[in-house]
């Protein structure tokens, strides 16, 4: 089993649907989970990280972990075309001495 | 404030070459992290330096090795290229070893033939 599993998609939905991204992690010791999103040709930039359970808002984005099922989840609001890219889920491993990425989901947001 | 910045882009070499890519961090970040990106793995964490040592590593070859300068720039060495090391390699800068504070380059493309 990976540590990490992520449905690559692609996932493809219109301007203004509410888009809902996951991830399933295998260490339960994981407590540091981060969101990247990577524009083509680009490389990954940091959306937003959540520590243990629970959720994080910002502006249009909400992270939600679920330590209990192992399930990390990123809700885009309002989706619009520009959020067009892969999300990578990647939580800090065990010793916290690195990031483990999922394989990323590419979203496409038309107009 | 300038970001991350890798060269080269883009490069091309045959198998059996070695290959040398360099990475900038941004001003006043002392960690650099290196992973490499394709389709079938994904990301996959290379090492990480902080002040010139080698703070964690990978589960890579030996034929992956890195160093980091006085200055935080870092570069990461290739040798006896394989046709599966193409890919795009990111380097990462922190100021310590603070993920949620972690910066990409645009990263280096590299097709080994």
């Known amino acids: 089993q990976k540590e990490v599993e992520q449905d690559p998609g692609p996932l493809s939905v219109p301007e203004g649907a509410i888009v809902s991204l996951n991830c399933t992690y295998s260490n339960s010791a994981f407590q540091y989970f981060m969101w990247y999103r990577q524009y083509s040709r680009k490389g990954p930039e940091l959306l937003m990280y959540t520590y243990s359970s629970g959720n994080k808002e910002d502006g249009r984005f909400t992270a939600q972990v679920d330590k209990s099922s192992k399930y990390i989840s990123l809700f885009i609001r309002d989706s619009q075309p520009s959020d067009s890219a892969t999300y990578l889920c990647?939580?800090?491993?065990?010793?916290?001495?690195?990031?483990?990425f999922g394989k990323g989901t590419t979203l496409s947001v038309s107009s | 404030k300038a970001g991350v910045t890798q060269t080269p882009r883009y490069l091309i070499k045959t198998r059996g070459q070695q290959v040398t890519l360099s990475c900038s961090p941004i001003?006043?970040?002392?960690?650099v992290s290196w992973y490499q990106q394709t389709p079938g793995q994904g990301l996959q964490f290379l090492f990480e330096y902080f002040s010139e040592t080698q703070r964690n590593k990978g589960n890579f070859p030996g034929r992956f090795s890195g160093r980091q300068f006085s200055n935080s720039r870092s570069e990461m060495n290739v040798s006896t290229l394989e046709l599966g090391d193409s890919a795009l390699y990111l380097c990462a800068s922190s100021l310590a070893m603070d993920y949620n504070e972690q910066f990409f380059g645009p990263g280096t493309r590299l097709t080994v033939l």
């Open positions: 001003s006043g970040h002392r960690s």
């Open positions: 990647a939580p800090e491993n065990q010793a916290g001495t690195a990031l483990i």
